[in-house]
């Protein structure tokens, strides 16, 4: 009947959209086993416009958008009227438990107020020496591998999440995760794969349960995480192992909170904050421990895939990629003329190569690509570019039901040639060169991209990533030159939870980027 319901009451039959292939599964199974992230968004945009209809499973019609007014509105202008979708909520309690990425509406609230302070601009700077100093430490490992064998492949990406876990552990909790070190590295094996273990290729059946939980009553959710399949059983192993590594880490943390004074890592700040909390709005034992598995979970391979993709561009682009190099030394020179050694935050902003080219990367390959969401409340959402509707007429803006779906294309927002010019389907940096971006909707928390989403539930830790990438770019391209492995690998962006790097035909070799890696001259 809910189903039933949520057709007739919410139609968008007036929308042009693709039909779907079958009432059961909808577009969900086409959607969720692309080829590539973009494939099926990219070509129904250049067939219906901005805007369109697609069907999810038993027929429930969603509205799916990469128009920037909508963007702006669902996601800056409308606080918490267009949460997660059930089930995608539930996907993130089993990966990171009741913590901020699964919370909703006021619980959310709670948390991120708490969670905020931590992340301050101010608060971040202060971990620049952290992030070079690892960021040296995997440059050393490299150079021990990349002198005795010139040109070797190296799976890059492997290296990148290794140095980030070592990164958010210490910056969040002050934890040596020993991850470059390959040191109790259980945890960053779990993670290792875990996109291609727990959601690639997903079986036509477990992508259709998953969307049952939509249906559920409250009291079962918590057993779902007992569905008996190889996939959750991974999610149950890494959530196991997690729990047993910073259970203990977290116990030492919550000490004595005087002790907490003068202490920069994240988890001691939130301590702290969680403490001048009036008790009724402080969070629990359970939800701070939630926390360290959502920044652990979301703040490693996330910066480490974005990193990976800029390498692989700049394999491709060797020009952009020496003028980078040119521009990092020069910056160097400047800081040891001055007497200095490191790079301060302002030289890593001066570098305009270097950020537009991770500027353009994040646009390029954004790695959480579509956010779905639900409308709590009826609505109107304005559109900037009108659309056609089934009937012929011009559609200025789209009303809104209580429960309607919508799924926000963050890929193909970030590819509009009315936002990013006739190119926006090629990587080219210096297209930051020229923007006017007071001239675009105002979307997104950096460089008016969608990649970090926005709103109540932006990245909140963009700034953090950001950094960290300037600080990670400019020790790599000063060191090392990337190029194209001899033996060609045809590398697919594989839509499995975010977006990985796969070889095509190559799914044994799990999650890899290989670059050719060699000193630079
Ligand atoms: C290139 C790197 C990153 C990208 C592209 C990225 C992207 C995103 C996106 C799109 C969301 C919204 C997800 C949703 O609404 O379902 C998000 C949320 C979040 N991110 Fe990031 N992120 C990155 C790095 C980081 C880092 C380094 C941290 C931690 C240090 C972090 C922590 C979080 C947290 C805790 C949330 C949940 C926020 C909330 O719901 O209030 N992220 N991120």
Known sequence: ??????????????????????????????????QEVGEKDFKWMKEYGVTWRITSH????????????????????????????????????MFTGPGIISAQGEVHQRHRKIMNPAFSAPQLRTFLTLFQDIGIKMCDKWKGEVLDAPDKTVYVNKWLARTTLDIIGEAAFAYDYGALDQRNDRLS????????????????????????????????????????????????????????????????????????????????????????EDPKSQLSYTEMTAQ????????????????????????????????????????????????????????????????NAIKETLRFHPIVFNLWREAVNDDVIPLSEPIISATGETIHSIPIRAGQWLSMSICSYNR???????????????????????????????????????GVRGCIGWRFSLIEMQALAAELLERFEFGLPKEHYEIVRVPAGLMIPLVKDRLELGSVMPLQVSMAQ
């Not at 480490?304 to 682009?317: D, F, G, Y």
Request: zero cysteines; aromatic letters at 12%; a positive charge.
């Open 1 to 34: 009947l809910t189903v039933v319901f949520r057709r007739r009451y919410r139609s968008l039959s007036y929308i042009r959209g693709p039909s779907p292939p079958s009432w059961l599964f909808g577009h969900d199974i086409a959607f969720l086993r692309q």
């Open 58 to 93: 038993f027929g429930t019609q969603v509205l799916m958008t990469a128009d920037p007014k909508a963007m702006q509105h669902v996601f800056h202008k409308s606080g918490y009227n267009y949460v997660k979708r059930r089930d995608h909520a539930e996907m993130s309690r």
């Open 189 to 276: 094996k779990v993670y290792s794969n875990i996109f291609v273990k727990t959601t690639l290729h997903s079986s036509k059946w477990l992508i259709l349960w998953r969307s049952m939980w939509n249906y559920f009553p409250d009291a079962l959710m918590p057993y779902i995480k007992y569905t008996p399949t190889k996939e959750h059983r991974h999610i149950r192993h890494a959530t196991r192992i997690f729990q047993e590594v910073v259970g203990q880490v977290f116990d030492d943390l919550t000490g004595d909170v005087s002790e907490k004074e003068g202490k920069k890592d994240v988890m001691s700040i939130l301590v702290k904050a969680n403490a001048s």
């Open 292 to 355: 360290m598995q959502s920044l652990t979970f979301a703040g490693h391979e996330t910066t480490a895939s974005t990193l990976s993709w800029m390498l692989w561009e700049l394999a491709k682009h060797p020009d952009y990629q020496a003028k980078m190099r040119a521009e990092i030394r020069a910056t160097r020179s400047a800081v040891l003329a001055r007497g200095d050694t490191s790079f301060t935050i302002d030289d890593l902003d001066s570098m305009t190569s270097v950020l």
């Open 416 to 454: 509009l040639p009315q936002v990013w010019g006739e190119d926006a389907d090629s990587w080219n940096p210096d297209r930051f060169l020229d923007i006017d971006q007071t001239k675009q909707v105002r979307v997104g928390v950096f460089a008016n991209l969608m990649t970090f989403s926005a």
